[in-house]
Protein backbone atom coordinates (compact mmCIF):
# COMPACT_ATOMS: atom_id res chain seq x y z
CA UNK A 1 0.00 0.00 0.00
CA UNK A 2 1.07 3.14 -0.84
CA UNK A 3 1.49 6.28 1.02
CA UNK A 4 -1.11 8.49 -1.18
CA UNK A 5 -3.59 5.55 -0.95
CA UNK A 6 -3.22 5.29 3.09
CA UNK A 7 -3.71 9.38 3.59
CA UNK A 8 -6.78 9.17 1.24
CA UNK A 9 -7.83 6.45 3.35
CA UNK A 10 -7.83 8.59 6.11
CA UNK A 11 -8.90 11.85 4.49
CA UNK A 12 -12.79 10.91 5.75
CA UNK A 13 -12.06 10.44 9.48
CA UNK A 14 -9.71 13.61 9.08
CA UNK A 15 -12.62 15.68 7.97
CA UNK A 16 -14.81 14.13 10.47
CA UNK A 17 -12.35 15.04 13.31
CA UNK A 18 -12.73 19.12 12.07
CA UNK A 19 -16.09 18.39 11.87
CA UNK A 20 -16.50 17.26 15.25
CA UNK A 21 -13.75 20.31 16.73
CA UNK A 22 -15.83 22.93 14.82
CA UNK A 23 -18.87 21.51 16.92
CA UNK A 24 -17.04 21.46 20.08
CA UNK A 25 -15.28 25.10 19.42
CA UNK A 26 -18.83 26.59 18.88
CA UNK A 27 -21.21 24.58 21.70
CA UNK A 28 -17.62 25.68 24.54
CA UNK A 29 -17.98 29.35 23.39
CA UNK A 30 -21.71 29.75 23.38
CA UNK A 31 -21.76 27.68 26.61
CA UNK A 32 -19.36 29.88 28.26
CA UNK A 33 -21.42 32.22 29.51
CA UNK A 34 -23.67 30.14 31.73
CA UNK A 35 -20.94 27.88 32.66
CA UNK A 36 -18.04 29.49 33.48
CA UNK A 37 -17.38 29.83 36.92
CA UNK A 38 -16.40 32.81 37.55
CA UNK A 39 -18.85 34.78 35.78
CA UNK A 40 -19.10 38.52 37.22
CA UNK A 41 -23.16 37.46 38.50
CA UNK A 42 -21.13 34.84 40.69
CA UNK A 43 -18.44 37.23 41.96
CA UNK A 44 -21.28 39.60 42.66
CA UNK A 45 -23.32 37.24 44.58
CA UNK A 46 -20.16 35.72 46.59
CA UNK A 47 -19.24 39.62 47.69
CA UNK A 48 -22.63 40.52 48.32
CA UNK A 49 -22.72 37.86 51.18
CA UNK A 50 -19.67 39.51 52.74
CA UNK A 51 -20.13 43.42 51.83
CA UNK A 52 -22.17 46.82 53.07
CA UNK A 53 -25.82 46.54 51.76
CA UNK A 54 -26.68 49.95 52.18
CA UNK A 55 -30.53 50.81 53.66
CA UNK A 56 -31.38 51.48 49.74
CA UNK A 57 -30.69 48.23 48.78
CA UNK A 58 -27.33 48.11 47.08
CA UNK A 59 -24.14 46.51 47.65
CA UNK A 60 -21.34 48.51 48.21
CA UNK A 61 -18.16 46.39 46.62
CA UNK A 62 -14.96 47.08 48.23
CA UNK A 63 -12.48 49.37 46.73
CA UNK A 64 -10.16 47.50 44.39
CA UNK A 65 -6.41 46.89 45.31
CA UNK A 66 -3.68 44.86 43.29
CA UNK A 67 -4.69 41.51 43.98
CA UNK A 68 -8.30 42.19 45.45
CA UNK A 69 -10.68 43.46 42.80
CA UNK A 70 -14.23 42.77 43.19
CA UNK A 71 -14.68 42.61 39.39
CA UNK A 72 -11.72 42.50 36.92
CA UNK A 73 -10.73 45.25 34.73
CA UNK A 74 -12.77 48.00 36.76
CA UNK A 75 -11.14 51.54 36.70
CA UNK A 76 -9.91 52.32 40.02
CA UNK A 77 -11.12 55.69 39.84
CA UNK A 78 -14.57 54.34 40.42
CA UNK A 79 -16.56 53.73 43.72
CA UNK A 80 -18.67 50.91 42.26
CA UNK A 81 -22.16 49.28 43.70
CA UNK A 82 -24.24 46.96 42.58
CA UNK A 83 -27.88 45.56 42.84
CA UNK A 84 -28.48 41.63 41.85
CA UNK A 85 -32.10 40.79 40.70
CA UNK A 86 -34.44 38.14 40.05
CA UNK A 87 -37.13 38.82 38.05
CA UNK A 88 -39.14 35.81 39.20
CA UNK A 89 -39.60 37.95 42.78
CA UNK A 90 -40.95 40.65 41.14
CA UNK A 91 -40.15 43.63 39.05
CA UNK A 92 -36.77 45.75 40.24
CA UNK A 93 -36.96 49.30 40.34
CA UNK A 94 -33.84 51.33 40.79
CA UNK A 95 -33.80 55.22 41.16
CA UNK A 96 -31.14 57.42 40.74
CA UNK A 97 -30.42 60.80 40.89
CA UNK A 98 -27.47 62.76 39.92
CA UNK A 99 -26.12 66.47 40.24
CA UNK A 100 -25.03 67.08 36.49
CA UNK A 101 -21.39 67.49 37.79
CA UNK A 102 -19.83 64.03 38.97
CA UNK A 103 -20.12 61.15 36.61
CA UNK A 104 -22.48 58.34 37.63
CA UNK A 105 -23.31 55.47 35.30
CA UNK A 106 -25.95 52.52 35.68
CA UNK A 107 -25.68 49.68 33.81
CA UNK A 108 -28.28 46.71 33.40
CA UNK A 109 -26.83 43.42 32.71
CA UNK A 110 -28.64 40.21 32.02
CA UNK A 111 -27.22 36.41 33.49
CA UNK A 112 -25.55 35.15 30.31
CA UNK A 113 -23.36 38.48 30.08
CA UNK A 114 -25.26 40.88 27.75
CA UNK A 115 -25.81 44.97 28.66
CA UNK A 116 -29.13 45.00 28.14
CA UNK A 117 -29.35 49.20 28.71
CA UNK A 118 -26.67 51.57 30.40
CA UNK A 119 -26.98 55.27 31.08
CA UNK A 120 -24.57 57.58 32.75
CA UNK A 121 -26.50 61.01 34.87
CA UNK A 122 -26.51 62.95 31.83
CA UNK A 123 -29.50 61.38 30.31
CA UNK A 124 -31.51 62.03 33.96
CA UNK A 125 -34.40 64.40 33.89
CA UNK A 126 -34.16 67.28 36.10
CA UNK A 127 -31.21 65.18 37.92
CA UNK A 128 -33.87 62.09 38.54
CA UNK A 129 -34.44 58.93 36.58
CA UNK A 130 -36.30 55.72 37.50
CA UNK A 131 -35.95 52.39 35.81
CA UNK A 132 -38.44 49.51 36.05
CA UNK A 133 -36.98 46.13 35.06
CA UNK A 134 -38.86 43.29 33.96
CA UNK A 135 -39.13 40.25 31.67
CA UNK A 136 -41.07 40.87 28.61
CA UNK A 137 -44.60 39.57 30.06
CA UNK A 138 -44.16 41.71 33.63
CA UNK A 139 -43.45 44.49 31.71
CA UNK A 140 -46.49 44.30 29.51
CA UNK A 141 -48.50 43.44 32.00
CA UNK A 142 -47.22 46.91 33.79
CA UNK A 143 -48.06 49.43 30.79
CA UNK A 144 -51.29 47.25 30.39
CA UNK A 145 -52.44 48.47 34.15
CA UNK A 146 -51.30 52.26 34.32
CA UNK A 147 -51.31 54.00 31.61
CA UNK A 148 -50.10 57.07 33.29
CA UNK A 149 -46.24 56.49 34.07
CA UNK A 150 -44.12 59.42 35.45
CA UNK A 151 -41.95 60.93 32.53
CA UNK A 152 -38.82 60.06 34.25
CA UNK A 153 -39.72 55.95 34.53
CA UNK A 154 -38.21 54.49 31.62
CA UNK A 155 -39.47 50.35 31.59
CA UNK A 156 -36.40 47.76 30.41
CA UNK A 157 -36.74 44.63 29.29
CA UNK A 158 -34.29 42.13 30.80
CA UNK A 159 -33.66 39.03 28.24
CA UNK A 160 -33.17 36.88 31.15
CA UNK A 161 -34.89 36.20 34.58
CA UNK A 162 -31.00 37.07 36.93
CA UNK A 163 -28.62 39.93 36.38
CA UNK A 164 -27.54 43.10 38.20
CA UNK A 165 -27.37 46.69 37.75
CA UNK A 166 -24.02 47.89 38.32
CA UNK A 167 -23.43 51.43 39.51
CA UNK A 168 -20.36 53.64 38.84
CA UNK A 169 -19.41 56.62 40.56
CA UNK A 170 -16.57 58.69 39.19
CA UNK A 171 -14.23 60.25 42.31
CA UNK A 172 -12.23 62.99 39.66
CA UNK A 173 -9.25 62.47 42.36
CA UNK A 174 -8.75 60.01 45.26
CA UNK A 175 -9.22 62.23 47.82
CA UNK A 176 -13.28 62.57 46.70
CA UNK A 177 -13.32 58.53 46.77
CA UNK A 178 -15.21 58.62 50.11
CA UNK A 179 -17.66 61.23 48.15
CA UNK A 180 -18.44 59.39 45.14
CA UNK A 181 -19.09 56.34 47.48
CA UNK A 182 -21.54 58.66 49.20
CA UNK A 183 -23.72 59.02 46.05
CA UNK A 184 -24.33 55.51 45.42
CA UNK A 185 -26.03 55.72 48.65
CA UNK A 186 -28.24 57.51 47.05
CA UNK A 187 -29.46 54.98 44.59
CA UNK A 188 -32.28 52.75 45.33
CA UNK A 189 -33.09 49.28 44.34
CA UNK A 190 -36.21 47.45 45.71
CA UNK A 191 -38.47 44.53 44.42
CA UNK A 192 -41.88 46.00 43.27
CA UNK A 193 -44.76 42.85 43.17
CA UNK A 194 -46.58 43.42 39.85
CA UNK A 195 -50.49 44.81 41.15
CA UNK A 196 -48.84 46.62 43.76
CA UNK A 197 -46.26 49.41 42.32
CA UNK B 1 -4.27 -22.97 29.49
CA UNK B 2 -1.24 -22.55 27.30
CA UNK B 3 -3.50 -21.78 24.30
CA UNK B 4 -5.48 -19.61 25.82
CA UNK B 5 -2.77 -17.48 27.11
CA UNK B 6 -1.47 -17.31 23.69
CA UNK B 7 -4.30 -16.31 22.27
CA UNK B 8 -4.71 -13.64 24.92
CA UNK B 9 -1.26 -12.37 24.06
CA UNK B 10 -1.65 -12.46 20.13
CA UNK B 11 -4.67 -10.32 20.88
CA UNK B 12 -3.14 -7.87 22.69
CA UNK B 13 -0.39 -7.56 20.15
CA UNK B 14 -3.19 -7.02 17.98
CA UNK B 15 -4.14 -4.13 19.94
CA UNK B 16 -0.99 -2.73 20.40
CA UNK B 17 -0.66 -2.74 16.31
CA UNK B 18 -3.79 -1.17 15.95
CA UNK B 19 -2.93 1.93 18.53
CA UNK B 20 0.70 2.62 17.29
CA UNK B 21 -0.53 4.69 14.55
CA UNK B 22 -2.96 5.50 11.54
CA UNK B 23 -0.62 4.13 9.20
CA UNK B 24 -0.66 0.79 10.39
CA UNK B 25 -4.49 1.36 11.57
CA UNK B 26 -5.46 1.73 7.76
CA UNK B 27 -2.82 -1.40 6.87
CA UNK B 28 -4.67 -3.33 9.32
CA UNK B 29 -8.31 -1.89 8.26
CA UNK B 30 -7.00 -2.99 4.65
CA UNK B 31 -6.76 -6.52 6.31
CA UNK B 32 -2.86 -6.95 4.40
CA UNK B 33 -1.21 -7.85 7.40
CA UNK B 34 0.13 -11.56 7.08
CA UNK B 35 -2.18 -13.75 8.83
CA UNK B 36 -2.97 -17.46 8.24
CA UNK B 37 -6.80 -17.09 8.86
CA UNK B 38 -6.99 -13.77 7.41
CA UNK B 39 -10.73 -13.56 6.51
CA UNK B 40 -11.82 -14.02 9.96
CA UNK B 41 -9.73 -11.81 11.17
CA UNK B 42 -10.93 -8.89 8.83
CA UNK B 43 -14.41 -10.20 9.67
CA UNK B 44 -13.23 -9.75 14.14
CA UNK B 45 -11.35 -6.57 13.07
CA UNK B 46 -12.94 -4.59 10.55
CA UNK B 47 -15.72 -3.05 12.83
CA UNK B 48 -13.46 -2.90 16.29
CA UNK B 49 -10.91 -0.79 14.14
CA UNK B 50 -13.82 1.68 12.82
CA UNK B 51 -15.07 2.05 16.83
CA UNK B 52 -11.42 2.79 17.75
CA UNK B 53 -11.15 5.22 14.48
CA UNK B 54 -14.35 6.85 15.72
CA UNK B 55 -13.52 7.43 19.34
CA UNK B 56 -10.09 8.62 17.77
CA UNK B 57 -12.30 11.33 15.61
CA UNK B 58 -13.59 12.16 18.85
CA UNK B 59 -11.19 12.52 20.95
CA UNK B 60 -9.26 14.70 18.72
CA UNK B 61 -12.31 16.63 17.84
CA UNK B 62 -12.71 17.43 21.59
CA UNK B 63 -8.95 18.32 22.28
CA UNK B 64 -8.89 20.22 18.84
CA UNK B 65 -12.01 21.89 19.88
CA UNK B 66 -11.45 22.92 23.39
CA UNK B 67 -7.54 24.11 22.41
CA UNK B 68 -9.49 26.92 19.47
CA UNK B 69 -11.65 28.39 22.47
CA UNK B 70 -8.96 28.77 25.09
CA UNK B 71 -6.87 30.04 22.32
CA UNK B 72 -9.86 32.39 20.99
CA UNK B 73 -10.38 33.55 24.95
CA UNK B 74 -6.55 34.40 25.20
CA UNK B 75 -6.57 36.52 22.55
CA UNK B 76 -8.86 39.13 23.58
CA UNK B 77 -12.33 40.42 23.92
CA UNK B 78 -13.75 39.40 20.71
CA UNK B 79 -14.68 40.42 17.06
CA UNK B 80 -14.84 44.00 15.62
CA UNK B 81 -12.11 45.68 16.96
CA UNK B 82 -11.03 49.50 16.40
CA UNK B 83 -7.85 50.31 16.27
CA UNK B 84 -6.02 54.22 16.12
CA UNK B 85 -2.52 53.84 16.51
CA UNK B 86 -1.18 51.33 19.56
CA UNK B 87 -5.13 51.52 20.83
CA UNK B 88 -7.51 48.96 20.59
CA UNK B 89 -11.06 48.95 21.95
CA UNK B 90 -14.14 46.90 21.26
CA UNK B 91 -17.26 48.98 21.57
CA UNK B 92 -19.64 45.91 21.05
CA UNK B 93 -19.23 44.55 24.13
CA UNK B 94 -21.15 47.14 26.16
CA UNK B 95 -24.30 46.54 24.22
CA UNK B 96 -26.79 43.80 22.77
CA UNK B 97 -25.15 43.55 19.81
CA UNK B 98 -21.98 41.55 21.84
CA UNK B 99 -20.40 38.64 19.49
CA UNK B 100 -20.67 35.10 21.14
CA UNK B 101 -16.63 35.23 21.08
CA UNK B 102 -16.69 38.67 23.79
CA UNK B 103 -19.54 37.29 25.59
CA UNK B 104 -17.23 33.69 26.22
CA UNK B 105 -14.51 36.43 27.58
CA UNK B 106 -15.98 38.68 29.44
CA UNK B 107 -17.68 36.01 31.25
CA UNK B 108 -14.36 33.63 31.40
CA UNK B 109 -12.68 36.53 33.03
CA UNK B 110 -15.91 37.46 34.95
CA UNK B 111 -15.53 41.16 33.91
CA UNK B 112 -18.70 43.51 33.52
CA UNK B 113 -18.04 45.82 30.44
CA UNK B 114 -19.13 49.70 30.56
CA UNK B 115 -21.80 50.05 28.33
CA UNK B 116 -21.74 51.35 25.03
CA UNK B 117 -23.76 54.72 26.06
CA UNK B 118 -21.75 55.04 28.95
CA UNK B 119 -18.18 55.25 27.81
CA UNK B 120 -15.46 53.27 25.42
CA UNK B 121 -12.04 51.89 26.66
CA UNK B 122 -8.89 51.26 24.63
CA UNK B 123 -6.23 49.45 25.80
CA UNK B 124 -2.27 49.50 24.89
CA UNK B 125 0.12 46.97 25.37
CA UNK B 126 2.72 48.21 22.59
CA UNK B 127 3.91 52.01 22.39
CA UNK B 128 3.25 53.68 19.47
CA UNK B 129 6.67 52.82 17.75
CA UNK B 130 4.93 49.05 18.08
CA UNK B 131 7.38 47.69 20.54
CA UNK B 132 5.63 45.89 23.52
CA UNK B 133 5.45 47.96 26.81
CA UNK B 134 8.39 47.37 28.78
CA UNK B 135 9.03 47.55 32.76
CA UNK B 136 12.27 48.14 32.69
CA UNK B 137 12.08 51.16 30.23
CA UNK B 138 10.40 54.92 30.29
CA UNK B 139 7.69 56.65 28.47
CA UNK B 140 6.31 59.64 27.83
CA UNK B 141 2.16 59.93 26.93
CA UNK B 142 1.25 62.92 25.69
CA UNK B 143 -1.23 64.65 22.54
CA UNK B 144 -4.53 64.49 21.96
CA UNK B 145 -7.93 62.12 23.38
CA UNK B 146 -11.00 61.53 21.48
CA UNK B 147 -13.77 64.32 22.74
CA UNK B 148 -15.51 62.56 26.00
CA UNK B 149 -16.64 63.94 29.13
CA UNK B 150 -14.05 62.66 31.33
CA UNK B 151 -11.23 60.43 30.19
CA UNK B 152 -8.99 58.39 32.56
CA UNK B 153 -5.52 56.83 32.04
CA UNK B 154 -4.46 53.26 33.98
CA UNK B 155 -1.53 51.30 33.88
CA UNK B 156 -2.06 47.56 34.83
CA UNK B 157 -0.97 43.92 34.06
CA UNK B 158 -0.89 42.62 30.77
CA UNK B 159 -3.96 40.61 31.70
CA UNK B 160 -5.80 44.08 33.05
CA UNK B 161 -5.29 43.44 36.70
CA UNK B 162 -4.09 46.28 39.05
CA UNK B 163 -0.17 45.72 40.22
CA UNK B 164 1.01 47.07 43.29
CA UNK B 165 2.96 50.48 42.44
CA UNK B 166 5.38 52.66 44.56
CA UNK B 167 2.73 55.44 44.95
CA UNK B 168 -0.13 53.42 45.33
CA UNK B 169 -1.49 54.80 42.18
CA UNK B 170 -2.76 52.89 38.95
CA UNK B 171 -3.37 56.11 37.36
CA UNK B 172 -4.98 59.36 36.44
CA UNK B 173 -8.44 61.19 35.33
CA UNK B 174 -8.70 64.19 32.96
CA UNK B 175 -9.45 66.66 35.79
CA UNK B 176 -6.94 65.92 38.20
CA UNK B 177 -4.06 65.58 35.76
CA UNK B 178 -1.47 68.38 35.81
CA UNK B 179 -1.60 70.14 32.46
CA UNK B 180 0.67 72.65 30.51
CA UNK B 181 -0.47 76.32 29.73
CA UNK B 182 -2.90 75.57 26.73
CA UNK B 183 -4.61 72.25 28.39
CA UNK B 184 -1.72 69.88 26.99
CA UNK B 185 -0.48 67.09 29.35
CA UNK B 186 1.86 64.97 29.67
CA UNK B 187 2.24 61.23 31.68
CA UNK B 188 5.62 59.85 32.35
CA UNK B 189 6.01 56.20 33.41
CA UNK B 190 9.17 55.38 35.42
CA UNK B 191 10.30 52.77 37.88
CA UNK B 192 11.48 55.84 39.40
CA UNK B 193 9.83 59.23 40.47
CA UNK B 194 9.24 62.25 38.20
CA UNK B 195 7.94 65.43 37.91
CA UNK B 196 4.18 66.17 37.17
CA UNK B 197 1.65 63.32 36.07
CA UNK B 198 4.12 60.29 37.66
CA UNK B 199 2.63 56.71 36.85
CA UNK B 200 4.95 53.82 37.83
CA UNK B 201 4.96 49.95 36.41
CA UNK B 202 6.28 48.62 39.84
CA UNK B 203 8.31 45.37 39.55
CA UNK B 204 6.10 44.40 36.30
CA UNK B 205 8.23 43.08 33.39
CA UNK B 206 5.66 44.04 31.14
CA UNK B 207 2.32 45.90 31.30
CA UNK B 208 -1.00 47.52 29.85
CA UNK B 209 -2.45 50.87 29.60
CA UNK B 210 -6.17 51.63 29.36
CA UNK B 211 -8.06 54.51 28.25
CA UNK B 212 -11.64 55.10 29.18
CA UNK B 213 -13.56 57.52 27.72
CA UNK B 214 -16.46 58.44 29.58
CA UNK B 215 -19.84 60.31 27.88
CA UNK B 216 -17.63 60.25 24.56
CA UNK B 217 -18.70 61.44 21.43
CA UNK B 218 -16.19 59.27 19.64
CA UNK B 219 -17.71 57.68 16.51
CA UNK B 220 -16.82 53.94 16.68
CA UNK B 221 -18.12 53.52 13.11
CA UNK B 222 -15.62 55.47 11.17
CA UNK B 223 -12.00 54.70 11.16
CA UNK B 224 -10.16 56.12 13.89
CA UNK B 225 -7.36 58.65 12.73
CA UNK B 226 -4.32 57.99 15.62
CA UNK B 227 -3.68 61.59 15.85
CA UNK B 228 -6.59 61.55 17.97
CA UNK B 229 -5.41 59.66 20.72
CA UNK B 230 -2.72 59.84 22.94
CA UNK B 231 0.62 58.84 21.97
CA UNK B 232 3.25 56.22 23.52
CA UNK B 233 6.95 57.31 23.17
CA UNK B 234 9.94 55.32 24.57
CA UNK B 235 12.70 57.03 26.05
CA UNK B 236 15.32 54.74 27.30
CA UNK B 237 15.38 51.27 28.82
CA UNK B 238 17.56 50.56 31.91
Not at chain 1, 34 to 52: G, K, N, Q, W
Not at chain 1, 178 to 187: C, M, W
Request: with cysteine.
Amino acid sequence: MTMKARLVDLLPWAAATLVVAAIVHVVSILLMPEVAPRAALTRLSEIARDAELTPNGVVLLPAAAPGVEPLPNEDPAFAEGACLFDLAEGLLRVRASGDGDDFLGLSFHSAGGRVFHAMTDRSMIKGEIEFIVGLAAQIEELENEDEEAPPQEVHLTAPARRGFVLIRSLAKRPSDMARARERLRNVTCETVKQGEG
Amino acid sequence: MRRVFCAAQASLERGKQLSSGGGVLAAAGRGDNTGDRRGAADFVQQPFLNYLRAATVLALGLIFGLAATALSLRSGAGLAAVRAGPWTAWPRIGGVDIDPYARAALARAGTAPLGRDQGLYFIARADSGGAPLDGRCEYRIGGATPSARYWTLTLSRPGGGLAPTANDRHGFSSSELLRKEGGAFEIAIAREARYGNWLSPGDLSSFSLTLRLYDSTLDVDARQDAANFPVITRLRCA
